[in-house]
């Protein structure tokens, strides 16, 4: 009697009800709120939020202003309200200014018979141009063109003033500085009067025929006088005579014999050898009396 009636009574009653009492209350309440409220809260509150907001904003925006500022030339579609406020009328103004080069001055580094060499200089030494010169007296010019800012003239002739002129083109302006320069010489300063020839209005003028002619048959007969030695100088430009003026008295002359300080002619002789040429003319008619001959200072015109 008594293994039967313990037996039954306590297992049955014992295992049923804490087994479906815990198992149900704890795992249903638990799972189910835990997971449905924390998953689908955050995964459409971040994700969607971050994602279609950060790349329409920031692509559309920075894309457009980009391409349009940087540049505006390629694509005409993008931003074409400001094409025109873009940074290609306000980069030429800026880019385009021109500063011309001047000229400062021009220094005589030799100035001999029949050489002058010059330099000259500018505001901007570092600045490449060409530069054009050219040295001229009334009969006479030379001119060529260089890089350098340094000229020699050579086969010039004694006693002579040259203008000397250089000029260039710089931001389209023409720029231009002139020097003048006289050759040096061994210089005799001559002044006669004929007495075979009447003075006319004509021999004041210096462009007329007669002038022109009365000095051309002055200085043929004056050289024909001369020592072969001296008339070989003359030919080759060495020696110089250069008619001065021409007045009343019947005529009066006045000229200068420059001689290259190049030769080694004694002044003395060229001196001796103008007064026998005078004196010994079969055209003009000398007044020895009324006759100079003097040395002149060669840097006095």
């Known amino acids: ?3 039967p009636t313990s ?3 306590t297992i049955p009653t014992t295992t049923p009800t804490t087994i479906p009492t815990s198992i149900p209350t704890t795992i249903p309440t638990t799972i189910p709120t835990s997971i449905p409220t924390t998953t689908p809260n955050a995964s459409p509150t971040t994700f969607p939020a971050s994602i279609p907001t950060t790349i329409p904003a920031t692509g559309p925006a920075t894309s457009p202003n980009t391409g349009s500022t940087t540049n505006p030339s390629t694509d005409t579609t ?3 309200g400001t094409t025109p406020k873009s940074t290609i009328p306000v980069s030429t103004s800026i880019t385009t200014s021109c500063v011309p080069l001047r000229f400062l001055r ?4 030799t100035a001999e018979s029949e050489e002058i060499s010059i330099t000259w200089e500018t505001d901007n030494a570092s600045k490449q141009t060409d530069f054009t010169v050219t040295i001229s007296t009334v009969n006479y010019q030379n001119q060529f063109q260089t890089e350098n800012q340094v000229a020699e003239f050579t086969d010039l002739k004694p006693d002579v003033e040259y203008q000397i002129q250089i000029s260039t083109t710089s931001c389209g302006q023409q720029q231009t500085i002139t020097e003048k320069v006289r050759t040096v010489a061994s210089v005799v300063e001559v002044s006669t009067r004929i007495t ?6 004509g021999l004041k003028n210096e462009s007329s025929q007669e002038y022109r002619e009365f000095v051309a048959n002055f200085i043929d007969e004056l050289t024909k006088g001369l020592p072969a030695e001296i008339q070989a100088l003359i030919k080759s430009g060495q020696v110089t005579i250069s008619i001065s003026s021409i007045g009343k008295g019947s005529v009066t002359v ?3 014999f420059a001689t290259s300080t190049n030769v080694t002619v004694p002044l003395s002789d060229v001196k001796k050898s103008i007064a026998d040429s005078l004196t010994n003319s ?3 008619v000398i007044d020895a009396e009324n006759t100079t001959i003097s040395d002149r200072d060669s840097c006095q015109p």
């Open 106 to 109: 021009i220094n005589l580094v």
């Open 282 to 284: 079969s055209a003009f």
């Open 1 to 3: 009697t008594t293994i």
């Open 254 to 256: 006045t000229f200068s």
């Open 196 to 201: 075979n020839k009447e003075f006319t209005p």
């Open 7 to 9: 037996t039954p009574t």
């Open 78 to 80: 993008f931003a074409p």
